[in-house]
Each structure stands twice: as structure tokens, then as C-alpha cells.
């Protein structure tokens, strides 16, 4: 499956297929880039997808560099961020060669964010390995590194010149990761498609099996989803992007509110998304039975529709330091029907309120 991002003279493709890894050198010569690569991984990653990739690469003409970075939300840091340009200039890395992340959302966030300021801006290629980085992080340009007070505080939009997607690496997710991603995934059918969102309810038992042929359509067809909204609003200057953010208005309050340490961000972005679905509810703009297919599907998937001690007043105060708020307006994505979205700016904290009362058990 490829899937075309076009974005004038910044296009590119995202490319989903099984088997992918073995193919990227082709896909990289095929773009007519520089002879010289950099794979940025975490060992763990290397160690699994390393040598696959490195040998396409190589098997292609492409001399190949590798640099290791710490597994996960450590690695996005100035600190690591320094230590892969000076891996950079070891190698003698130009700007006609390529960065390659192979990794989950963090490798790609500080990969591309390396890439975008090495020399003013390199060749990237994301190579995305989680189901969270194949549907949602590589997909779209934004890179970041996190400041000690908020995540993914210092950046820059740089988009890739390739996401290669192979969704067989999806395989060796631990379970927990797995499932986190799928949150992404849900939320894509609901405020972008509604036969997608159906075509997720009829196929969770494959989906959950890990089946190769349901991961690449499910996942290929939430690449396509993405890349829909990024092409008509790639630097989130129109209330299209915000689609995106179903869920995690709620969704990333409360991780804040527990300090990132008890859900997963797809778990949170779960129940952020059955929050966010009763208070459309209770604003009058949804439909029961909407809410409630919502609620179902992140159920049938393994996801978390329901939360004990959840401190409302702690995720209130969250949602009031949210990013995208403008002028102290919190806006609010909600789903009128499965596969529409409208942004909601007046939402009072007492509907709020109502709405996170819904996930106590
Ligand atoms: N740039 C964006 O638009 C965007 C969007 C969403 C999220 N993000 C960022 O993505 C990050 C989260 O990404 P993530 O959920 O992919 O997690 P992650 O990148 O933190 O990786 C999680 C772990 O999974 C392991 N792993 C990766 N692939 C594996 C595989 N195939 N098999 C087994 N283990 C594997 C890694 O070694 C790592 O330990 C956050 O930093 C978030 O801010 C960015
Ligand atoms: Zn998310």
C-alpha cells in the first residue's frame, strides 16, 4: 500500500508493507538520495531490526552509520539530542544524506528533531516500528525533545522524505503497547470514517490475534486517515488538525494529573475519549447510542473505558494548561456521530466535571 502526503514541494509517500524493513535501501535509492545514512535506534530496537535494515541499506549502494539512543521517553533530551550531531559530523554526514529513525515515536521525535537542525535541516526517513509511530507519530513532520516543565516543548515541523511502514514489526509489542496504540487507531475512525470505525468493530478478534493481513489494512488504512488531515492543514493552523486530538484533551490531563506514571498514553487517551464522548452526550450534540458504540469497541480492544480515583479537580487543572488552549479557551474535539467531529469552545467545567464522574467504575 502507498499512501501519497502531498504537501507541494515537501510531498512524500508513506509506504505499508509487510516485509518493508528488507526494502528500505531500494525505496531510499528509488528517491535518488545521498550516499550516506544514519540509522538512530535504542539497542533494543537494533538489536531486534537492526541488522535487516542496515543490509538493505548497504545491499543498496548506501554506506550506513549507526547511532544508539536510550529506549523511550529518555532519549528526548538536548543531551541526546548533541550526542547524534556529533555523531553526525563523526560520520561526515552532509545534506544530501539521510536519517534514518527506526524506532517508536520517541526514537522518531528526536531523530527527525536532530535531523530538522543538523545543517538547517536534513533528509529523514521515519521507519516506524510501534503501532502508536506507524499511525500517528511519523506521520506529519513534528519533531520534539522535551523541557524539564512540559513534553515535546522545544521543536520544529521538518517532514520526512519516506515513512516506511512495516506492520509486521508490530508483532513483537508487548502486549500493554500494543493495545495503547490501537487507542490512536479508534480515534481516527471516529471523528474522520465512519466505515473505517465499522470495519474496526467487525475485525477485533484479528486485530487482537495480531493477524498479518488485518494489521496491514487496519493499520494502512489509519496511515491514509492521518495523512487525509495533514495534507490539508500541515502546520495545524486550521481547526482540521485539531480532529486529531479526540480524546486527549481529557486524555492528556490525565496523564498530568498522575504524572505520566499509571496509564499508558493510549490508555489515558481511552478514557479520555469515553469522557469526551459524554460530554458531547450531555451537551446535547451526541446520541446515546454513539457514545456507547465508542465505549464498546475500546472495550472489545483491551482498552480501559473506566477509572477509580480519578481526582477531577487535578484533571480540570490540567486541561487548563493544555498546549492548544487559546486565550484561557480549552478547545474541546467532540463527535456528534461516529466519523464527524466538531470543535467546541465554551464548555463549562461543570459538564466537565460530569463527564470524568461517568469513569468511576
Ligand atoms: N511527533 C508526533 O506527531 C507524535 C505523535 C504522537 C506521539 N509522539 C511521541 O511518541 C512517543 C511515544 O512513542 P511510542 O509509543 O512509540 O513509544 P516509545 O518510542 O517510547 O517506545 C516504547 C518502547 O517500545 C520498544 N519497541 C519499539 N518497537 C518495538 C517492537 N517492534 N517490538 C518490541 N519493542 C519495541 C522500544 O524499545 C521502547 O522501549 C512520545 O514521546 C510521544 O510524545 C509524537
Ligand atoms: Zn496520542
Not at 489515558?268 to 469515553?274: E, K
Not at 452526550?281 to 465508542?294: F, K, S
Request: with cysteine; charged share 25%; aromatic share 6%.
Amino acid at each position: 500500500m502507498q499512501i501519497p502526503v502531498r504537501l507541494g514541494p515537501r510531498s512524500y509517500s508513506i509506504v505499508v508493507e509487510p516485509g518493508g524493513l528488507a526494502k528500505l535501501g531500494d525505496h531510499l535509492r528509488t528517491l535518488g538520495l545521498g550516499s550516506r545514512t544514519m540509522v538512530v535506534s535504542d539497542a533494543a530496537i537494533r538489536a531486534r531490526y537492526g541488522v535487516v535494515v542496515a543490509e538493505s541499506l548497504r545491499t543498496a549502494g548506501f554506506a550506513v552509520t549507526e547511532v544508539d539512543i536510550p529506549a523511550g521517553e529518555d532519549a528526548k533530551t538536548l543531551d541526546v539530542a548533541a550526542r547524534c550531531w556529533d555523531a553526525f559530523v563523526e560520520a561526515g554526514l552532509d545534506r544530501t544524506s539521510t536519517i534514518v529513525a527506526l524506532g517508536g515515536g520517541a526514537v522518531g521525535d528526536l531523530a527527525g528533531f536532530a535531523a530538522a537542525t543538523y545543517m538547517r535541516g536534513m533528509n529523514f526517513v521515519q521507519v516506524p516500528t510501534t503501532v502508536l509511530a506507524q499511525v500517528d507519530a511519523s506521520i506529519g513532520g513534528k519533531t520534539a525533545i522535551d523541557h524539564p516543565r512540559a513534553k515535546n516543548l522545544v521543536g520544529a515541523f521538518h517532514q520526512p522524505r519516506l515513512v516506511l511502514v512495516d506492520p509486521l514489526t508490530a508483532i513483537t509489542l508487548p502486549e500493554r503497547d500494543f493495545r495503547s496504540g490501537l487507542a490512536e487507531i479508534v480515534k481516527h475512525g471516529i471523528v474522520l470514517d465512519a466505515a473505517y470505525f465499522e470495519d474496526l468493530e467487525r475485525s477485533t478478534a484479528p486485530l487482537l490475534a495480531r493477524e498479518p493481513g488485518t494489521l496491514e489494512r487496519i493499520i494502512g488504512g489509519s496511515c491514509r486517515l492521518k495523512a487525509s488531515v495533514i495534507e490539508r492543514d500541515p502546520e495545524e493552523q486550521s481547526e482540521l488538525r485539531f480532529a486529531l486530538n479526540y480524546g486527549h484533551t481529557i486524555g492528556h490531563a490525565l496523564e498530568a494529573a498522575t504524572a505520566y506514571g499509571r496509564w499508558t498514553h493510549g490508555e489515558a487517551v481511552s478514557l479520555g475519549i469515553v469522557a469526551e464522548a459524554h460530554l458531547a452526550r450531555r451537551i446535547g450534540l451526541a446520541g446515546g447510542d454513539t457514545v456507547e458504540r465508542q465505549e464498546r469497541l475500546l472495550a472489545a480492544v483491551g482498552l480501559p473505558t473506566r477509572a477509580t480515583d480519578v481526582d477531577a479537580t487535578a484533571v480540570l487543572d490540567a486541561t487548563r494548561r493544555d498546549k492548544k488552549a487559546r486565550d484561557g479557551k480549552i478547545p474541546f474535539v467532540l463527535a456528534p456521530a461516529i466519523g464527524s467531529f466538531r470543535v467546541v469552545y465554551d464548555v463549562r467545567s461543570d459538564d466537565v466535571r460530569a463527564a470524568l464522574a461517568v469513569l468511576a467504575p
